[in-house]
Nanobody, 124 residues
Framework: QVQLVESGGGAAQPGGSLRLSCVPSGFTAADVYAVAWFRQAPGTERESVSCISRSGGAVVATAVKGRFAISKDSVTNSVYLQMNNLQPGDSGRYYC?????????????????WGQGTQVTVSS
């Protein structure tokens, strides 16, 4: 059974940093997948934040470019989202998602597997 478990969310002040982790389980060695982070604030649609392909190529949304970075541990297949210079607009629930595909996608409908999410709140 495929599972994604996120951690690392919490409260931060503007300008602060957080590092989110996504630990996958249930994937086989033959699986080919891309992993992404999405976020959703109350009353808004879920939006793509960043994605890393099977080969390690990264895509970052314009809104967070230069502040957020995605990375992957090739041994454990864990995926991380380093978030720096956080702003109140970054607040929301952050979800890790995976798709059985080599390449990334910005559309949440393209991802088959989802974690429960981790809450990020940025305020002074």
């Amino acid at each position: 059974q495929v599972q994604l478990v996120e951690s690392g969310g919490g409260a931060a002040q503007p300008g602060g940093s957080l590092r989110l982790s996504c630990v996958p389980s249930g994937f086989t060695a033959a699986d080919v997948y891309a992993v992404a982070w999405f976020r959703q604030a109350p009353g808004t649609e879920r939006e793509s934040v960043s994605c890393i392909s099977r080969s390690g190529g990264a895509v970052v949304a314009t809104a967070v470019k230069g502040r957020f970075a995605i990375s992957k541990d090739s041994v454990t297949n864990s995926v991380y989202l380093q978030m720096n210079n956080l702003q109140p607009g970054d607040s929301g629930r952050y979800y890790c998602a995976a798709r059985r595909h080599y390449y990334c996608s910005a559309f949440d409908s393209d991802f088959e597997f989802w974690g429960q999410g981790t809450q990020v709140t940025v305020s002074s």
